[in-house]
């Protein structure tokens, strides 16, 4: 019945998603180059080997995955392999306190 009802709700809503992202849009609260990312659609293909995705939501959650990033390459996540994508607030963290 759950699963039902999500999808149920998820055809209903998914119409009116790209309505409201324009209007995140026109409110300066999303980037229009970056809405496709709202969809899950990279723009940058990736590379190939392993795969580590760290997500924070919050300011304290960025600090933590940031700390745990800088970790990982200090104790040999082979740097020529592991990438680090930052999102916007995370890169605007790297690049100001963490030079």
Excluded at 3 to 25: D, E, S
Excluded at 28 to 41: D, M
Excluded at 51 to 78: Q, R
Aim: with cysteine.
């Amino acid at each position: 019945m759950t699963l039902f009802l999500y999808n149920f709700l998820w055809q209903v809503l998914k119409n009116f998603v790209p309505t409201y992202l324009k209007y995140r849009v026109r409110k300066g609260k999303e980037e229009e180059n970056r809405i496709h990312e709202r969809y899950g659609v990279p723009i940058r293909k990736r590379d190939n080997g392993n795969l580590i995705w760290l997500h924070g939501s919050s300011v304290g959650e960025s600090v933590a995955a940031l700390a745990l990033a800088k970790s990982m390459l200090k104790i040999g996540f082979n740097k020529k392999r592991t990438r680090f994508y930052p999102c916007q607030f995370l890169g605007y963290m790297v690049r100001t306190m963490y030079r």
